[in-house]
């Protein structure tokens, strides 16, 4: 009953004029509607990324925060006041698929996200407000636009906090789709009045954004505040957003993405043919461990180490022999001149004595 009041309640307050307040972790660097950008590099390809280990940096930047991996995923933890996770992909896709499996952070005032941005500010959005651990909301963007805010979706999830479910989202030229478990819980057409018929559909290529950041903070309008829960109480730190794997399928295939004009529409966007840097990095093999280094010598070889390291030992215990024999042998001839030396003096000192009583 609660989720459902929480979903009405989320729609109150979207109706009443909350915008897109997560701006400031999903920016853009250089945006190609005003002036002449870099080209995208492209991903080009589909791959799935497990988070339990250390996420390559050429693939992915960790513009605020720190990751903690563990055996579930990547903890994206806020650990002190006003802190704040973002990671961003270095690829970009020009329609596709994003897979996420997540499970969110919980606390008043956070949100957790995985958005899929552009250049050129066009957004699919999945977020979780942490406040409310039994739905997530859909959205999306275009250009930027947030003049108006009745595009958001609000669905159901039992468990968000603690257990791990798939939400993936789906982006074609024809239309926009939400899933969660494998189930189609939301659908958006290109040419429809959500979309002023197109102008403000997502369709220039973007990158993969995955954070967690507090919108319950000083600062905030009193709808983002509503949105969000209220503001963070800072003594419950920290707050942990985990994510275990990452699927993402570009639909296209080219080296890079480069806008040649300024209308933001998708047949503005040239594929720029070749293999992307990104698949070039994927397909890289890792550095061997010993164990492999040694499995590709031949059996010749393995025999000369083997060989090598017989008479290696043979000259070190040779060495560690001769150090003993030696030991042993300066040890008897310091016995030797110890006893002289005790000899002397006690005969020494018997004919002093000897000579005393002649005296």
Not at 134 to 148: A, D, E, P, Y
Not at 282 to 309: E, F, M, R
């Amino acid at each position: 009953m609660r989720s459902w009041f929480s979903f009405f309640l989320l729609a109150l307050i979207t109706i009443l004029g909350v915008t897109n307040v997560n701006a400031e972790y999903t920016g853009t660097d250089c945006n190609p509607l005003n002036k002449t950008c870099s080209a995208d590099p492209a991903l080009g390809t589909e791959h799935t990324w497990l988070f339990n280990s250390t996420l390559d940096s050429e693939l992915w930047d960790m513009r605020t925060g720190t990751l903690d991996y563990t055996s579930e995923g990547a903890d994206f933890s806020i650990k002190t006041e006003n802190a704040s996770t973002l990671l961003v992909s270095n690829f970009y896709i020009f329609f596709g698929v994003m897979e996420a499996h997540v499970k969110m952070a919980k606390g008043a005032g956070i949100i957790s996200s995985v958005v899929l941005q552009s250049d050129d500010l066009d957004e699919i959005d999945w977020e979780w407000v942490g406040y409310n651990t039994s739905g997530v909301q859909s959205n999306f963007f275009g250009k930027g636009n947030t003049t108006t805010s009745d595009r958001g979706g609000y669905h159901a999830v039992s468990n968000a906090d603690t257990e791990f479910h798939n939400y993936t989202s789906y982006w074609d030229r024809d239309r926009l789709e939400w899933w969660i478990d494998g189930d189609l819980v939301r659908t958006v057409n290109y040419s429809e009045p959500l979309t002023v018929y197109g102008k403000n559909y997502p369709q220039t290529p973007c990158q993969v954004k995955v954070s967690n950041w507090p919108v319950g903070i000083m600062g905030q309008s009193q709808g983002n505040l509503d949105w969000g829960g209220g503001l963070v109480d800072w003594s419950d730190v920290p707050f942990t957003m985990t994510v275990s794997k990452i699927r993402v399928q570009d639909f296209s295939s080219g080296k890079e993405y480069k806008y040649t004009g300024r209308t933001g529409t998708y047949d503005s966007i040239e594929v720029v043919s070749g293999n992307s840097t990104a698949i070039t990095q994927i397909n890289k093999k890792p550095a061997k461990t010993l164990s492999q280094k040694w499995d590709d010598l031949g059996q010749g070889a393995h025999i000369g180490v083997y060989c090598g390291a017989a008479v290696a030992g043979a000259l070190l215990i040779g060495i560690f022999v001769f150090y003993c024999l030696k030991q042993r042998r300066d040890g008897r001839l310091q016995r030797a001149l110890n006893d002289d030396v005790a000899f002397f003096y006690i005969r020494a000192q018997r004919h002093g004595h000897g000579d005393s009583e002649s005296t």
